[in-house]
Nanobody, 118 residues
Framework: QVQLVESGGGLVQAGGSLRLSCTAD????????WGWFRQAPGKEREFVAA????????YYADSVKGRFTISRNSAENTVYLEMNNLKPEDTAVYYC???????????WGQGTQVTVSS
């Protein structure tokens, strides 16, 4: 079982930026897919972004396209989520995920809080 640990959440004003990081405790296989989900209070969990380990192909939810960028560092078993032009509606607990299916939901991190003030 791959263990995922997120970091980088916090409080930011609307229009600001944050970068989330997620590191796996072991080397992931080449077909691995990394992902990010989020869950706001009182709302269902939703997909945010994903990236394939081997090809680097990226996928985004419409709500974050053009503002968020997912990337990976295979040598460090790490995935990043760069979030720009943040909006109050981006406030949520963000979860790093991984697996061999899309969207990746097999492995989950503990979550990191992102709060965007207006």
């Amino acid at each position: 079982q791959v263990q995922l640990v997120e970091s980088g959440g916090g409080l930011v004003q609307a229009g600001g930026s944050l970068r989330l990081s997620c590191t796996a405790d072991r080397r992931t296989y080449s077909s691995y897919i990394w992902g990010w989900f989020r869950q706001a209070p009182g709302k269902e969990r939703e997909f945010v972004a994903a990236i394939r380990q081997n090809s680097g192909n990226r996928y985004y939810a419409d709500s974050v396209k053009g503002r968020f960028t997912i990337s990976r560092n295979s040598a460090e078993n790490t995935v990043y989520l760069e979030m720009n032009n943040l909006k109050p509606e981006d406030t949520a607990v963000y979860y790093c995920t991984g697996g061999n299916n899309y969207p990746p939901e097999k492995h989950w991190g503990q979550g990191t809080q992102v709060t965007v003030s207006s």
